[in-house]
């Protein structure tokens, strides 16, 4: 069930998170949660790709917003594990866009998978698993 729609996160995001909020778009908020983040000079690596800890961000990001439009404003969930595979270079000059699902939402601890595309590419260029921790409730 949905607590917190894409308006909600927005807003999560511009208040705890305000030094990379205007980086992320989220673009969907359902089974799968839908987040676009605008490349710029910044996240490129010699050779002109996104570099591997821009495109982590997305996806802790992603799963991130996945477990709180499921919960709530829990600001102090926490990545616990995350295992990411970099598939092929994203295109230069493209938008990377992530798709996350939650595979488990527990009391304790949340598990998701996000792949990540370059906007209008047709295969994912990267593809990760992570593990939220989830505060108790006080």
Avoid at 63 to 81: C, D, E, K, Q
Avoid at 84 to 110: M, V, Y
Wanted: charged share 20%; proline share 7%; hydrophobic share 50%.
């Amino acid at each position: 069930m949905i607590v917190m729609d894409a308006p909600a996160l927005r807003a999560f995001l511009a208040a705890e998170f305000p030094q990379v909020a205007s980086e992320f778009a989220i673009e969907e908020v359902g089974e799968e949660l839908v987040v676009r983040l605008h490349v710029s000079d910044r996240h490129l690596r010699p050779g002109g790709t996104v570099s591997g800890p821009t495109m982590f961000a997305l996806a802790d990001v992603a799963i991130y917003l996945a477990v709180l439009a499921r919960l709530g404003p829990v600001a102090l969930a926490v990545t616990t594990n995350c295992s990411i595979d970099f598939l092929r270079k994203p295109e230069a000059g493209r938008d990377l866009i992530a798709r996350a699902r939650l595979l488990k939402l527990g009391r304790q601890l949340a598990v998701g998978d996000v792949l990540i595309w370059s906007e209008g590419g047709s295969d994912p260029v990267a593809r990760a698993g992570l593990t939220y921790a989830i505060p108790p409730k006080r």
